[in-house]
């Protein structure tokens, strides 16, 4: 972008435009210029196309500097545009009063919004998390451990919460998909730095990269970053005992803080370890095929099963939702206190309608708590802050004594009661029907500061006083005077020329008329100085008031924190429990045997969708006979349904929730595999079948006994004897091996053999029935496998030409047999010659006659060849 000034554009305010412009020219740049922001150059036809503005010039001619501008007071919803399209925003305020400004105005870039700083409420989605990660790694690989590590840590600005996790590098990328930052900053010059890496990572996770400077990352200068911040000689006290990589990313991500805000973030109070062995691995696939959070045909939160259980009240209890869906519990005791938590609010139902009626009218509390701490904080938020605080007390009533038979529940209520003090002066300092901006006044209320409330009386009672003034000088002085008011003169005092003897010394004569005198007092002239300035007065008052209101709250930011979090958890337990009521839900008994024992259990969206018509399966594995669970039957007939309700069931469990079933036993598991669909990844040069074989790698090579995998079709990406025999050899590895609870969905009806063949192979298959030529899907699960896919009956419901069906029908025994042979599986060649015989001796020989000659090429047939054609129809018939 070119700014070099041209004679007419170089004025002083576009010499300072251009000097913050060269500072951050990675930023659009919002200068503000008295009641509007204003964009130049590239960044107003940025500003011009992306937020539909009229593009005009600063100037005119061939040198003339293209401009855009956004009125002040509509900055949040064009800020909220421009960084959902991608782009960072420096905002350049005015920081001097124009009035009194002499030359050019002072200004200066306050603050750089980007994806992962937003904490204006009109920016940020109530119900979803606004994170900001940082990546590092050195290579260093820790004692007995392969893997070099990766330090990743995560920050909401928005609330404050801040966590450092260090993680094997193989799953860095998934744990940031679960993390779902909306930015990502990185060393420049690392391997994130490539754009192999940062395009894949882009394409996963969908949200900004930002580089920066290396040494930001550096030991010794992320170390005395965090210090410097929380005002520590050492990190000991958060967990950290030694320096390790993650360390480094959250040095990185408050360093970028402090460049971008530009302002105190006493809010970000600590910072946490974040161990990954205490909740259950998943990789991005998974959470992708299972839709936890997202659909896969949408992406969108309608379907997924987040939307299915959420039942929370505030926007802190949906986020923490999330979390807790996105790392499910490995540790046996925490399961149980969740499970207990909840059980405690369904055996009150009447207190759970209750409780659940005062969170609704609880606020945002934890991220009011930072825009107090950010000096961002809006009239209207304490108000509502002093509505929440208020309802506190209720809401601690319904942690009674026997909740503090429960661990969890003993820990939340500490934590919202004796708020006493910041509720106190947030209901005496701020007048609840207050406006959204502190400039237009009226914000403190009335009673609060005695000087504030006698120019708000000048300003309002003005006419009074002069009444009052004007009778009480009267009777004063005798005479029948009158108190006025113009422009010119201001305030006076009006006698007629016939009582002008009688005019006492203190009246100072200003203005002679016709028939009378206009006089001044010095009462009437300090009341004058006051009534004029009353109005801007009060308004700079109340800005001080505001901003002493807000310093007093910062000694109780870390409380509120506490407060908001309590809350949080209370509204996800309590939404656990209310789902759990509506749906008829069951407690499943958490285990730490390997098993997975469910019985009616129901995929919890598929589910809710047909209602009724949902046919409820049992789940029976983990003993040696039934470890990896082969599923065969028709497709569209409920075999991915069934696997993935398995693990869904599993994720749920190990998250504290109730789940749709009759009864369950479920053995916790460490980790989560999914090899589900088909999605090509071509932008990434991976086909179909390659991607399944890297996911089904990664499932291989990382998988434990205490793991639960689920493959849905795998090997169906090539030849059908190359994925069979990779699906049988998968099998094995996995039985022989692995030896985890394994569902194993496919079209591969072949594989039913390995039930014979290997210890802890079982096979299921999809009920159906066959009625007159129709199939007619049961969606039941039971036991022992199928020799047959019903593809051809498939293809008939979708509307396949009858011929074609007719063909197939022909020639799949045939093609089973051969296939047979070629895998050297000789019982199942017998049946399919078999098959082919039967099918041949019931089929009608003219429909067959009648088809070959329907498909023979006559325009392209010799006259032998149509002889021989005619011979052998002959032959058939005779």
């Given at each position: ?581 509506e749906r008829g839900y069951i407690r499943p008994e958490i285990t730490q045997d390997n098993v997975l024992n469910i019985v009616g259990g129901k995929h919890p969206v598929v589910a809710e969708l047909l209602r009724e018509q949902f046919v409820p399966n049992d789940v029976k594995m983990g003993n040696v006979k039934d470890r990896l669970l082969i599923i065969t039957g028709p497709n ?243």
């Amino acid at each position: 972008m070119s700014l070099n000034p041209d004679v007419q554009a170089d004025t002083p305010a576009m010499r300072q435009y251009r000097t913050f412009k060269e500072q951050y020219p990675d930023y659009v740049l919002l200068f503000r210029m008295g009641d509007f922001y204003e964009t130049f150059y590239e960044d107003a036809k940025i500003a011009s196309r992306t937020l539909g503005l009229t593009l005009t010039s600063r100037s005119k001619g061939p040198n003339a500097v293209p401009l855009a501008g956004i009125p002040y007071h509509a900055l949040d919803n064009y800020l909220g545009r421009l960084i959902q399209a991608g782009y960072r925003v420096a905002l350049c305020e005015q920081i001097e009063d124009p009035k009194e400004a002499k030359g050019v105005v002072k200004r200066d870039v306050v603050r750089l919004i980007t994806p992962g700083t937003l904490t204006d409420e009109t920016l940020l989605e109530q119900r979803e998390g606004n994170y900001l990660a940082a990546i590092f790694s050195v290579g260093r690989k820790p004692q007995n451990c392969d893997s070099p590590s990766v330090g990743l840590a995560w920050v909401e600005l928005s609330s404050g919460a801040f966590w450092a996790m260090l993680a094997p590098a193989q799953t860095a990328l998934d744990e940031l998909v679960r993390i779902n930052p909306a930015e990502v900053i990185y060393p420049e010059g690392s391997e994130y730095d490539q754009p192999k890496w940062r395009d894949h990572a882009k394409q996963v996770i969908g949200c900004a990269f930002s580089s920066r400077a290396p040494w930001a990352f550096d030991k010794n200068s992320s170390v005395q970053t965090l210090h410097n911040h929380f005002h520590t000689a050492t990190l000991a006290g958060f967990g950290f005992d030694e320096w390790d990589e993650s360390v480094s990313a959250a040095g990185a991500i408050i360093e970028y803080l402090n460049e971008t805000q530009k302002t105190a973030m006493g809010h970000i109070c600590e910072l946490r370890r974040f161990e990954r062995r205490d909740y259950m691995a998943i990789d991005g696939n998974t959470l992708r095929c299972l839709e936890v959070l997202r659909t896969l045909r949408t992406n969108s939160r309608q379907g997924s099963l987040l939307a299915c259980i959420d039942r929370t009240k505030t926007g802190m209890g949906a986020r923490l939702l999330e979390r807790w869906l996105t790392f499910p519990l490995v540790c046996y005791s925490s399961i149980i206190a969740r499970q207990d938590a909840v059980e405690f609010f369904i055996s009150r139902r009447k207190s759970l309608d209750a409780l659940r009626e005062l969170l609704g009218d609880c606020a945002q509390i934890d991220r009011i708590t930072t825009n107090i701490a950010m000096a961002r904080v809006r009239p209207r938020e304490f108000v509502a802050l002093g509505q929440s605080l208020a309802l506190l007390p209720r809401v601690a009533e319904y942690l009674d004594e026997d909740a503090d038979k429960l661990e969890l529940l003993t820990r939340l209520r500490p934590a919202i009661e004796n708020l006493d003090e910041p509720l106190a002066l947030i209901e005496t300092a701020i007048d609840p029907d207050c406006p959204n901006v502190v400039r237009d006044g009226g914000v403190i209320r009335n009673g609060f500061n005695e000087e504030l409330d006698r120019l708000r009386a000048i300003d309002r009672d003005g006419q009074s006083w002069l009444a009052e003034y004007q009778q009480q000088e009267s009777q004063r002085t005798g005479i029948p005077l009158k108190v006025g008011y113009n422009k010119v003169f201001g305030y006076y005092i009006e006698i007629t020329h016939t009582h002008r003897d009688k005019v006492p010394p203190e009246y100072h004569r200003k203005q002679t008329l016709k028939n009378a005198e206009r006089y001044i007092t010095d009462e009437l002239k300090h009341y004058e100085a006051e009534v004029l300035t009353a109005s801007e007065r009060a308004k700079e008052i109340e800005q001080q008031l505001y901003e002493q209101v807000r310093v007093s709250l910062l000694p109780w930011i870390e409380k509120l924190q506490r407060a908001a979090e309590s809350l949080a958890t209370l509204d996800v337990l309590s939404s656990l429990a209310q789902v759990a009521l509506e749906r008829g839900y069951i407690r499943p008994e958490i285990t730490q045997d390997n098993v997975l024992n469910i019985v009616g259990g129901k995929h919890p969206v598929v589910a809710e969708l047909l209602r009724e018509q949902f046919v409820p399966n049992d789940v029976k594995m983990g003993n040696v006979k039934d470890r990896l669970l082969i599923i065969t039957g028709p497709n569209m007939a409920g075999k991915s349904t069934y696997i993935r309700q398995a693990a869904l069931l599993t994720l749920m469990a190990q998250t504290g929730c109730y789940i749709p079933a009759e009864s369950a036993i479920i053995g916790i598991a460490d980790r989560l595999f999914t090899r589900v669909g088909a999605a090509d990844e071509l932008a990434r040069g991976l086909s179909t079948f390659m991607l399944e074989m890297v996911e089904t790698a990664n499932i291989l090579n990382n998988a434990t006994q205490r793991s639960l995998v689920i493959l849905d079709e795998v090997g169906r990406g090539t030849s059908t004897c190359d994925g069979l025999s990779l699906a049988w050899a998968i099998c094995e590895y996995i039985a022989l091996n692995i030896k985890c609870r394994t569902l194993f969905a496919t079209h591969y009806h072949e594989l039913t053999e390995l039930e014979d063949l290997i210890d802890g192979v079982k096979n299921l298959n999809i009920a159906v029935r066959e009625w007159k030529g129709d199939v007619i899907f049961l969606h039941k699960i039971i036991p022992g496998g199928t020799d047959r896919s019903y593809g051809v009956h498939v293809a008939k419901l979708a509307g396949v030409p009858k011929d074609v069906i007719n063909r197939a029908q022909a020639i799949l025994p045939q093609m089973q047999a051969q296939l047979a042979d070629v895998l050297d599986m000789p019982d199942l060649a017998d049946k399919a010659r078999a098959a082919a015989a039967q099918m041949n001796l019931f089929a009608d020989p003219a429909a067959r006659i009648a088809g070959e000659i329907r498909h023979a090429d006559l325009d392209n047939m010799t006259p032998i060849q149509a002889y021989e054609l005619l011979r052998k129809l002959k032959d058939e018939l005779s």
